[in-house]
């Protein structure tokens, strides 16, 4: 993680105890194996943990106590003993089924009515993870560039590609210019092209995808505002943005990869993106969405019988 990322963290109010489970979720896969172990135990018992010194967790973890220390920092806590304080805000919620515990994986054998419900409750609890995690400063101020932007690019692959199409889609009907690519050597192409007072957007769960983060470190070069929409916000895509937002996932299982998961958390951010910029242009998008509902319902309006 970046000195700067970490700084950022640093200087964020602690995570309220809802939003601990969420927080372990996206940041352990960038710790330490050793921190692994401290952040999944939390997660996983915050009743018991919530009862353990610094040095019982230590043991319990098999790691020590300066690393359990820094596990509750990255979390985003002062210290161990605001963490402790959030692992029994979270475990009183879980109690009073306010919060509940993380469903099973969906198995091969399992009724359909099980899958529906088990999807639901991931479907759900990903949402408000992702609800509860997003730091609205930064989504403010990307609503504010994409409210004003010349032109607007969006970049993701597979399926986030689709949720890159979504946005495009839905920044065209208020009348902005936006466009979504797919194709990474036209991406990049277009990246060249941008300049100060454009936007571009990448999405990406992993972080990594390079065919994402090279049109997006291109526009970061050419001046434009760049807008990193990710489940990892120390990861490589997050060094050529202005501003992060980090999405939720639902846990992974066979039968349902971190792609689908996902994309329900970053449809939730695009969203959120779309109606503060229709907000912010409220004279023009108004009846710029209206005039787009007309036009569709003269297309699909049968004609009259002769």
């Not at 990903?126 to 609503?143: E, F, P, S, W, Y």
């Not at 979504?180 to 060249?192: E, F, G, K, M, W």
């Not at 997006?216 to 990193?228: I, K, N, Q, S």
């Not at 895509?237 to 639902?250: E, F, N």
């Given at each position: 993680?970046?000195?700067?990322l970490?700084?950022?963290?640093?200087?964020?109010a602690?995570?309220?105890?809802?939003?601990?489970?969420?927080?372990?979720?996206?940041?352990?896969?960038s710790?330490?194996?050793?921190?692994q172990?401290v952040?999944?135990?939390?997660?996983?018992?915050p009743?018991?943990?919530?009862?353990l010194t610094v040095?019982?967790?230590a043991?319990?973890?098999g790691?020590s106590?300066?690393?359990?220390v820094?596990?509750a920092?990255?979390?985003?806590?002062?210290?161990?003993?605001?963490l402790?304080?959030a692992?029994?805000?979270?475990?009183?919620?879980?109690?009073?089924?306010r919060?509940p515990?993380?469903?099973?994986?969906i198995?091969?054998?399992?009724?359909?009515?099980d899958v529906?419900?088990?999807l639901?409750?991931?479907?759900?609890?990903?949402?408000?993870?992702?609800?509860?995690?997003?730091?609205?400063?930064?989504?403010g101020?990307?609503?504010?560039?994409?409210?004003?932007?010349?032109?607007v690019?969006?970049?993701?692959?597979?399926?986030?590609?689709?949720?890159?199409q979504?946005?495009?889609?839905?920044?065209?009907?208020i009348g902005h210019?936006?466009?979504?690519?797919?194709?990474?050597?036209?991406?990049?192409?277009?990246?060249?092209?941008?300049?100060p007072g454009?936007?571009?957007?990448?999405?990406?769960h992993?972080?990594?995808t390079?065919d994402?983060?090279?049109?997006?470190?291109?526009?970061?070069?050419?001046?434009?505002?760049?807008?990193?929409?990710?489940?990892?916000?120390?990861?490589?895509?997050?060094?050529?943005?202005?501003?992060?937002?980090?999405t939720s996932?639902?846990?992974?299982?066979?039968?349902?990869?971190?792609?689908m998961?996902?994309?329900t958390?970053?449809?939730?951010?695009?969203?959120?993106?779309?109606?503060?910029?229709?907000?912010?242009t409220?004279?023009?998008a108004?009846?710029?969405?209206?005039?787009?509902?007309?036009?569709l319902?003269?297309?699909?309006?049968?004609?009259?019988?002769?």
């Amino acid at each position: 993680m970046s000195n700067d990322l970490k700084e950022s963290f640093a200087h964020e109010a602690p995570p309220a105890p809802a939003a601990l489970a969420a927080k372990v979720r996206t940041l352990a896969p960038s710790m330490t194996r050793s921190m692994q172990r401290v952040a999944e135990a939390v997660a996983g018992d915050p009743a018991g943990c919530a009862a353990l010194t610094v040095t019982g967790l230590a043991e319990l973890t098999g790691t020590s106590e300066a690393t359990v220390v820094r596990t509750a920092r990255l979390l985003g806590y002062p210290g161990y003993r605001d963490l402790r304080l959030a692992l029994a805000g979270l475990a009183a919620q879980q109690q009073s089924g306010r919060a509940p515990a993380v469903t099973a994986d969906i198995a091969v054998d399992d009724p359909i009515a099980d899958v529906v419900a088990k999807l639901a409750y991931d479907e759900q609890q990903t949402l408000a993870d992702t609800a509860a995690g997003l730091d609205t400063a930064q989504l403010g101020a990307a609503v504010t560039a994409l409210a004003n932007a010349h032109r607007v690019e969006l970049y993701g692959m597979a399926a986030s590609g689709l949720v890159a199409q979504d946005l495009a889609q839905k920044l065209l009907r208020i009348g902005h210019i936006a466009y979504a690519h797919s194709d990474p050597h036209l991406a990049v192409t277009n990246a060249v092209t941008l300049r100060p007072g454009d936007v571009a957007v990448s999405i990406t769960h992993s972080g990594t995808t390079g065919d994402v983060i090279e049109p997006l470190r291109v526009a970061f070069e050419h001046g434009a505002t760049t807008v990193a929409i990710t489940g990892r916000p120390d990861s490589p895509v997050s060094q050529y943005a202005d501003h992060v937002l980090t999405t939720s996932t639902a846990r992974e299982s066979e039968l349902r990869p971190a792609a689908m998961s996902s994309r329900t958390s970053q449809l939730l951010v695009v969203d959120c993106l779309f109606v503060g910029v229709a907000q912010r242009t409220y004279e023009t998008a108004a009846p710029a969405l209206s005039a787009s509902y007309e036009a569709l319902a003269h297309r699909h309006r049968a004609a009259p019988r002769k």
